[in-house]
C-alpha cells in the first residue's frame, strides 16, 4: 500500500504494509536513526516521536495511521553544525551515558516545553515517565530539558537577534 | 567548546558507514600490522626454556608490545590511535584521547581512535571489570610519552642538536631558534615499528594540559542528532533483516515445527532451523518480525521444570555440593563481644539495556564479518569460529556500540546468530536485533547471592572477629568457547556449556569484596560455590561486590549500633588506608552528615566500599524517604565522593558514578527476575519494572578526589556495592527495621514496617 509521509517537512511517498509500525517505516526506509527500538510494545519510550504535536510511541503505531499527519523526529530538532536548542542542552549538559533512550526523552520534552517553556521538575518527571533510562542519567536530562527551556525562551524574546 | 575529532564525524553520516580514511593513505609507517599474537583468558603455550623472560611493560602493552600496535603516525603527520578497549556509553572514547593527546603534545581532536577491531587493533580481552584505564589508558599513555620521545630523539639527529633543546608542541618538534619539523616527516621507515620500553618519560601533574579537564564526550553529539551511532543504526546495502525464535524455557528443545506456511509470507528469504536453534530471514524488518511470530506459534516444545522455588532460593543455593574457597583468614574466626548475625539474599537480576542486543555479519566468499556490541572482540571471533568450524582468520569482528552495556548480556549471543544466519544465507549482510522478551529472559543473569555473616564488637567499641559466608554461582560465563554461546548451544550439533573453573582471585568474582577492607583481628571468609545453573548466569556490573558491600556495609552499621557509635565515626575507626578516609570524610562532609538526621519520613545512611579492594574509593551519604501507606520509598538525595586515581576526565567519572548510584538505587528497590518451575516469567519492563523518573533523586553529587601522578584506578563500578547498603541504612536508621532482602519492594516494606 502506497502511503504518504510527512516527516520533518518533507513528504515521503512509502509503498509499505500498513500494519507496519511507524518506527521500521522511519529506520528502514527513510534512513532515520533517532528513533530506536527499546521493547516494541510502548513501555520504554525508546521510539518516542512528535505526531501532530503529540508525543506518540512509534513502536506500537501502524504506518497507516499517520497519512497526513506530521510527524517529527529529533533530526527534524537540528543539525550536528545547527544544533536546535534541545540537543543543544543536552550536549551542553552532557546529558548521556550510552544515549541510546535520549532521542526519546528529547521528543517527549519537545512536547512538553512546547506547551510550556518553563515545566516544574514534577511536571518534567511526569513528561517523562513513559521514557526508561537505564545508564542512570536521569539527573542531567533534567537538567538538559530545564536547560533547554532556557535556551528557548532566550530564542523567541524580542530583543534577541534573529539569524538571517 | 565541542571537539569532534574527525573520525567521529565520518561515522556520523546518517546513510551508513563511512569507512574511515586514516590508514587507507600512502601513510608512511603503514607496512604491518604489529598485533600481538592472541592472548587472551586461556592458557598459552609456555615459550620456549631458553627464551629470556621479557620486562613488565606499563598496563596492556605488555601484551601488544610494539608502539605501532598502539600509536601510527602518516606522512601527512595524521595520528591514529588503537585500542581494543570499547565504548560502552562510559565516555572510554574521549579519555584514552585526552591520554594520547596529552603525552603526544596535540590537541585530543587531532587524534583518530580506532576501537576493538581483530583485523586492526591490539587484543585487549575483554571491556569489563572498570579495567579500561588501568589497561589501555596505561598502554596509550606510556606509549604516546615513548613516541614523543622517539620523534624528538629522531630531530635531534638530523638537526645534529642536543635533544634537551627541542621539544614537542602542534604536531612538531621546535628547536631553540625557531626551527619545526611535523610529526609526519620525522615519522619514516620503521621509527614506531619498535617494542616499548619498561620506563617511560611521563609528564608531570602539573604540566598536564588535557588530562584532568573535563572535555566534552566526542560521541555525545551524533547520539543527540540522529547519527550513526550504534550497530542497531548499521545499514548495509542488500542488508536482510533476521529474527531467531528463542526456546520458551531454559530446558526447551524444538520437537517439530512446520515450516511451510511461514516461507510463503511476505518478503520470507529463508527459514533455518538447526536442532532448537530457529530463526527466519526476511527482507524487511517488520516482515522478519511477523514471521517470527507466526513460527512462534508453529513450534512445538518439550520442555521441564528444571527451575528452582523463586520463593526459595536459599534453600536452592544451600543445598549446592560444590567446593568452599577460602577467601580470607586471619587470626581466629572466633567472635567474641556484643554480636550481630544476619542472613543477607540478593535476587537473579537482568542487565536491561534498552535497546535489545543486535549484530550484522556478512558471510562473503568464505570470509565471515561480525559488526558486535560485544566487549571483547578477540574472544568472540574465537568462540564464532569454533562454532561455525571456521579458521579463526576467516573471521573478522569489528566493535560497533550498542546500547549501554552493563557487563556480559546478550551481545556475543546475538553476534553468534548473526554469524549462523549469515553462514547459511551467505552472500548479504544479515541484520539481528533481538526483542525484548528475548533480552529479559535470555541475557545471562547476575546470579542470585546468600550472605550470612556473624561479627562482633568489644567493649572498646572495636570490632572483634568476623565470620562471613557467601553462596554464588561464578558471576562468568563469557566466550571463549563456543558452548557459550546460545546459538551454538541449541543447534543440532550441540556444543556443550565449558565448565566454569572456580578459584578465588584476587579481583574476586562471587567473592569481590567479599573480604572488607576495614582493619581488625580476626576474620574468615567463605565461599560456597554453587556450579549448577539452571538459570543462565555471568557478569552483571560489579559482580559479587553487589551483595558482599551490601552484607557488609550493613553489618557495620548494626555494629556501630552495638557499639554505640556514629557509623560514619564506626567506619573511620576501623580504616587506615589514608584514601579510604579521604573519601569516607569528604562524603560525610560534603552531606552535613555532623548536622544529625533529617526530619519527617527521611532517613539517612552511608556506605563506603573500595571496590575489589585494589580499584577506585567510594563513600555515600543519602537520604530515603518513605511513604508509610504503601512502602514506596525513594532516594532524595545522594552525595558521594570518589577517588579513582589520576582523574583523566573528571566530569566522565561524575556521570559514570551518578549512573552507577542510580542503577544500583533501581536494582535495590525494584528488580528481581521472576520465574515458575519451567519459565522466566518477567519478559518484559512490566513484570520487570526498573526506575522511573517520578522515582529519580531530586540530587546525585559526586565529589571526585584526583590523586596526580597515581594509578588510573577504574571507575564504572565502584558505586554498585555502596548503594544499597547506605539504602538499607537509611531504612533502619528510619524506621529500626532492617532490610536483608533485596530488591526492598513495597510489599517487603510495608511488612517491615507492619502497615
Redesign the interface.
Known amino acids: 500500500m502506497a502511503i504518504s509521509l510527512n516527516v520533518n517537512g518533507e513528504t515521503h511517498e512509502i509503498d509499505v504494509?500498513p500494519?507496519?509500525?511507524l518506527l521500521?517505516v522511519l529506520?528502514?526506509d527513510l534512513?532515520?536513526?533517532?528513533a530506536?527500538?527499546?521493547?516494541?510494545?510502548g513501555?520504554?519510550g525508546?521510539c518516542t516521536v512528535v505526531v501532530d504535536g503529540e508525543a506518540v510511541l512509534s513502536c506500537v503505531t501502524p504506518v497507516s495511521l499517520m497519512e497526513g499527519r506530521e510527524i517529527t523526529?529529533?533530526?527534524g530538532?537540528?543539525?550536528?553544525e545547527e544544533?536546535g536548542p534541545?540537543?543543544a542542552a543536552?550536549?551542553e549538559m552532557?546529558a548521556?551515558?550510552?544515549?541510546?533512550?535520549?532521542?526519546g526523552m528529547?521528543m517527549s520534552a519537545h512536547v512538553l516545553l512546547r506547551k510550556n517553556a518553563e515545566p516544574s521538575?514534577r511536571e518534567?518527571?511526569?513528561a517523562?515517565?513513559t521514557?526508561?533510562?537505564?545508564?542512570?542519567?536521569?539527573?542531567?536530562i533534567?537538567a538538559a530539558i530545564r536547560r533547554a527551556g532556557e535556551l528557548m525562551q532566550q530564542a523567541s524574546a524580542p530583543t534577541e537577534r534573529r539569524a538571517g | 567548546m565541542t571537539i569532534i575529532p574527525k573520525d567521529e564525524f565520518n561515522t556520523q553520516g546518517r546513510n551508513g558507514i563511512t569507512r574511515r580514511r586514516v590508514l587507507v593513505g600512502t601513510g608512511a609507517l603503514i607496512v604491518s600490522f604489529a598485533i600481538a599474537p592472541h592472548v587472551s583468558a586461556q592458557p598459552q603455550p609456555a615459550p620456549p626454556a631458553a627464551a629470556p623472560e621479557p620486562p613488565q611493560l606499563p598496563g596492556s602493552l605488555n601484551d601488544a608490545r610494539r608502539l605501532d600496535s598502539w600509536i601510527r603516525i602518516d606522512a601527512e603527520g595524521e595520528i591514529t590511535v588503537f585500542t581494543g578497549k570499547v565504548e560502552l556509553g562510559q565516555g572510554i572514547k574521549t579519555a584514552l584521547r585526552q591520554v594520547a593527546a596529552e603525552e603526544l603534545e596535540v590537541e585530543p581532536g587531532e587524534i583518530n581512535l580506532v576501537t576493538a577491531d581483530t583485523g586492526r587493533t591490539p587484543d585487549e580481552g575483554f571491556t569489563a571489570g572498570s579495567q579500561s584505564m588501568q589497561n589501555s589508558g596505561t598502554a596509550i599513555r606510556n606509549a604516546a610519552a615513548q613516541v614523543r620521545e622517539i620523534l624528538i630523539t629522531e630531530a635531534a639527529r638530523r638537526w645534529n642538536v642536543p635533544r634537551e633543546t627541542l621539544r614537542a608542541e602542534a604536531k612538531s618538534i621546535v628547536a631553540q631558534d625557531g626551527r619545526t619539523i611535523g610529526y609526519g616527516e620525522l615519522v619514516t621507515d620503521q621509527l614506531l615499528a619498535v617494542e616499548a620500553q619498561p620506563e617511560s618519560l611521563l609528564k608531570s601533574p602539573d604540566k598536564l594540559r588535557v588530562m584532568g579537564q573535563s572535555l566534552p564526550r566526542v560521541d555525545i553529539p551524533g547520539k543527540v542528532t540522529g547519527g550513526v551511532a550504534y550497530v542497531q543504526d548499521l545499514r548495509l546495502e542488500g542488508m536482510l533483516h533476521a529474527r531467531v525464535v528463542r526456546p520458551p524455557s531454559p530446558s526447551a528443545q524444538l520437537q517439530e515445527v512446520d515450516t511451510a506456511a511461514v516461507e510463503q509470507m511476505p518478503g520470507v528469504v529463508s527459514v533455518i532451523r538447526d536442532g532448537s536453534f530457529l530463526a527466519v530471514v526476511a527482507e524487511g524488518e517488520f516482515q522478519a518480525i511477523s514471521a517470527m511470530r507466526a513460527l512462534q506459534q508453529a513450534a512445538r516444545w518439550t520442555e521441564q521444570p528444571v527451575l528452582p522455588d523463586q520463593n526459595n532460593l536459599q534453600a536452592f543455593l544451600e543445598a549446592t555440593k560444590g567446593d568452599i574457597g577460602t577467601v580470607a583468614e586471619e587470626g581466629s574466626p572466633e567472635v567474641t563481644g556484643k554480636i550481630f548475625e544476619a542472613t543477607f539474599r540478593r535476587p537473579y537480576q537482568i542487565h536491561g539495556s534498552i535497546g535489545p542486543s543486535c549484530a550484522v555479519a556478512h558471510m562473503d566468499n568464505g570470509q565471515l564479518t561480525v559488526w558486535s556490541h560485544t566487549q571483547g572482540v578477540y574472544p568472540d571471533q574465537e568462540a564464532i569460529a569454533e562454532m561455525l568450524g571456521m579458521d579463526i582468520a576467516q573471521v573478522r569482528v569489528i566493535h560497533m556500540e550498542g546500547s549501554g552495556c552493563y557487563g556480559h548480556n546478550g551481545a556475543d549471543d546475538a553476534a553468534a546468530d548473526a554469524a549462523l544466519i549469515a553462514s547459511a544465507v551467505p552472500g548479504r549482510p544479515i541484520r539481528v536485533q533481538w526483542m525484548r522478551e528475548d533480552e529479559h529472559a535470555w541475557e545471562p543473569f547476575g546470579p542470585a547471592m546468600l550472605t550470612k555473616i556473624r561479627a562482633g564488637v568489644g567493649d572498646d567499641g572495636r570490632i572483634t572477629g568476623w565470620n562471613y559466608e557467601l553462596w554464588s554461582n561464578l558471576h562468568s560465563s563469557r566466550p571463549g568457547g563456543a558452548g557459550n554461546l546460545l546459538a551454538a548451544r541449541h543447534r543440532a550439533q550441540a556444543f556443550a556449556v565449558p565448565a566454569p573453573r572456580f578459584n578465588i582471585s584476587q579481583s574476586g568474582n562471587g567473592d569481590r569484596n567479599a573480604n572488607p577492607l576495614y582493619v581488625f583481628p580476626n576474620r574468615r571468609v567463605l565461599w560456597h560455590y554453587v556450579p549448577e545453573t539452571p538459570l543462565r548466569v555471568s557478569a552483571l556490573r560489579a559482580l559479587g561486590a553487589y551483595a558482599n558491600v551490601f552484607s557488609i556495609e550493613s553489618t557495620m552499621d548494626e555494629l556501630a549500633l552495638l557499639a554505640g557509635t556514629d557509623p560514619v565515626e564506626f567506619r573511620l575507626r576501623h580504616l587506615e588506608d589514608p584514601r579510604a578516609r579521604a573519601v569516607v570524610e569528604r562524603a560525610a562532609e560534603e552531606f552535613g552528615w555532623s548536622s544529625g538526621a533529617p526530619k519527617g519520613d527521611r532517613g539517612r545512611g552511608f556506605a563506603f566500599a573500595r571496590y575489589k579492594n585494589h580499584a577506585a574509593y567510594l563513600a555515600v551519604a543519602l537520604e530515603l524517604e518513605l511513604e508509610r501507606e504503601t512502602g514506596r520509598t525513594r532516594v532524595s538525595r545522594a552525595v558521594a565522593a570518589i577517588d579513582s586515581g589520576e582523574a583523566v576526565n573528571p566530569d566522565g567519572i561524575r556521570n559514570q558514578t551518578q549512573g552507577g548510584i542510580i542503577q544500583a538505587t533501581s536494582w535495590t528497590l525494584f528488580e528481581q527476575v521472576t520465574f515458575d518451575n519451567t519459565r522466566v516469567t518477567s519478559t518484559d519492563w512490566s513484570s520487570y519494572p526498573i526506575l522511573r523518573f517520578p522515582s529519580a533523586p531530586d540530587s546525585v553529587e559526586v565529589h571526585v578526589i584526583d590523586s596526580p601522578g597515581q594509578p588510573f584506578l577504574g571507575t564504572g563500578e565502584a558505586a554498585q556495592g555502596p548503594t544499597p547498603a547506605a539504602i538499607g541504612n537509611a531504612f533502619r536508621q528510619l524506621t529500626g527495621v532492617r532490610l536483608y532482602d533485596l530488591p526492598f519492594t513495597r510489599e517487603r516494606v510495608k511488612q517491615a514496617i507492619g502497615v
Open positions: 504494509d500494519a507496519t509500525p521500521y529506520r528502514n534512513e532515520l536513526n533517532a530506536k527500538f527499546g521493547c516494541g510494545l513501555q520504554c525508546a523526529t529529533v533530526e530538532l537540528g543539525t550536528i544544533p534541545l540537543q543536552f550536549m552532557q548521556a551515558q550510552c544515549g541510546y533512550c535520549i532521542p528529547m521538575d518534567i518527571r511526569d517523562l515517565m521514557n526508561l533510562c537505564r545508564c542512570g542519567t536521569h539527573m542531567r533534567l
